[in-house]
């Protein structure tokens, strides 16, 4: 059961006094995502206590190994976080772990969703599932957006649909705009 009036924006809506000309992501992180995050950020917090106790006992360089151990990751935390597919006034942008890829609308060709084999959960195996594909304007073919089977979707079929609906919609709007608009 949706607790709505926790949220600050409706999941569906989007406000009129919204800004489209920044980065937004497309849907909100999924709840195996966010259990990861705070399954590290918890054990980050153990090892920033673990730098204090160091500290205390006199170690310092012991201290500073844990601690640049405990920043890296919390930083590594945050990026998971960031990881999925984000659309501004000006195109697509699908943020991975260790790189971000930009397209504008004017090169974004056909977006499909499909039934294809696709990671589970980003690991390397592989089962069938349906992907959110999108083919460049000439014709090439870009990496899959999402998956019903990554760590934003898994076991919540609806949200991918709206999802990739709201991907879809935004390419719809934007795609014929020029991007100085």
Not at 109 to 131: H, K, Y
């Amino acid at each position: 059961m949706p607790l709505s009036f926790l949220t600050a924006e409706p999941e569906d809506v989007a406000l009129p006094h919204d800004d489209h000309d920044r980065w937004r992501r497309a849907y909100r992180p999924g709840p195996w995502r966010v259990a990861i995050a705070a399954v590290l950020l918890l054990i980050a917090s153990f090892m920033l206590l673990a730098t204090m106790i160091i500290t205390f006992s006199g170690a310092g360089s012991g201290a500073v190994v844990c601690l640049a151990a405990a920043l890296a990751v919390v930083a590594g935390t945050v990026r998971m976080l960031r990881v999925g597919v984000w659309v501004s006034r000006a195109g697509l942008r699908q943020v991975a772990f260790l790189r971000t890829r930009s397209v504008p609308w004017s090169q974004v060709g056909e977006l499909r969703t499909v039934q294809q084999p696709v990671r589970w959960m980003g690991l390397p195996r592989t089962v069938q599932g349906q992907a959110l594909t999108v083919g460049a304007a000439g014709g090439d073919r870009l990496p899959v957006l999402v998956t019903d089977h990554g760590a934003d979707f898994l076991s919540r079929t609806e949200a991918f649909e709206r999802a990739a609906d709201t991907i879809e919609a935004w390419a719809e709007e934007y795609r014929s705009v020029p991007a100085g608009r």
